[in-house]
């Protein structure tokens, strides 16, 4: 079926680590775009991605990395992951990046760092 | 800072009842509006979009836009208990910058 994939759903890494969350979708939309979510704070962009080869930091990029060679890929690094970046993760992607089209999200990721 | 605003609730309405969520955002050249329903544990997923003043339905859902007031809500008509979740106010503003509000949760009581 068609759609978004987020892997792992979940995670748990200790401090200092490197983890990639990765994101793949099927629909060849052009933008994909990671959020996180924590109380308190609702959704905030991390980074997104305009093509292949084209990424933008978002409003929290520090600590993350991102790559997009594959239009359909779009993994997440966390470089030495700290517990501030505990957190649910979300991939969501849109087909053209204009006004008139939605965000379409991942089943998310949900990352623990000890 | 461009901010959109939500009652965190929680707002409870009892089964068959309107709930009505409301947003407020501040900037003024924001031209899309979402509003998408997040269960407790799951992703967020697209209820409605809005575009233009005016009320927009579909099904039980009415959004309601008022750009001169940077103001959108949505209606839920005939409320269920399955509707009970998180309802989050998106707004597009450029420059492929979606900014969600906090939520509202919504308990729909039997």
């Known amino acids: 079926d068609a759609g978004i994939t987020q892997s792992p759903r979940y995670k748990i890494t200790e401090t200092g680590r490197q983890v990639t969350l990765m994101c793949h979708q099927t629909?060849?939309?052009?933008?994909m775009f990671w959020y996180r979510q924590d109380l308190g704070h609702g959704l905030r962009l991390i980074y997104y991605?305009?093509?292949?080869?084209?990424?933008d930091k978002g409003e929290v990029p520090d600590g993350y990395v991102v790559s997009r060679s594959k239009t359909e890929n779009f993994p997440l690094t966390l470089e030495s992951a700290t517990r501030s970046q505990t957190s649910v993760y979300f991939c969501?992607?849109?087909?053209?990046?204009?006004?008139?089209?939605?965000?379409?999200f991942g089943n998310g990721t949900r990352l623990t760092v000890t | 800072q461009k901010e959109v605003e939500q009652n965190s609730g929680p707002l409870s309405v009892p089964e068959g009842a309107i709930a009505s969520l409301n947003c407020t955002y501040s900037?003024?050249?924001?031209?899309?509006f979402f509003w998408y329903r997040q269960y407790s544990g799951k992703s967020p997923e697209l209820i409605m979009s809005?575009?233009?003043?005016g009320d927009k339905e579909d099904g039980r859902f009415t959004a309601q836009l008022n750009k001169a007031s940077q103001y959108v809500s949505l209606l839920i008509r005939d409320s269920q208990p399955s509707d009970s979740a998180t309802y989050l106010c998106?707004?597009?503003?450029?420059?492929?910058?979606?900014?969600f509000g906090p939520g509202t949760r919504l308990s729909v009581l039997p």
């Open positions: 991605s305009a093509a292949a080869d084209i990424t």
């Open positions: 998106a707004v597009y503003t450029g420059g492929q910058n979606f900014v």
């Open positions: 629909w060849s939309h052009s933008y």
């Open positions: 900037d003024r050249v924001s031209q899309s």
């Open positions: 809005i575009y233009s003043n």
């Open positions: 969501a992607s849109s087909q053209s990046g204009t006004s008139i089209t939605p965000l379409h």
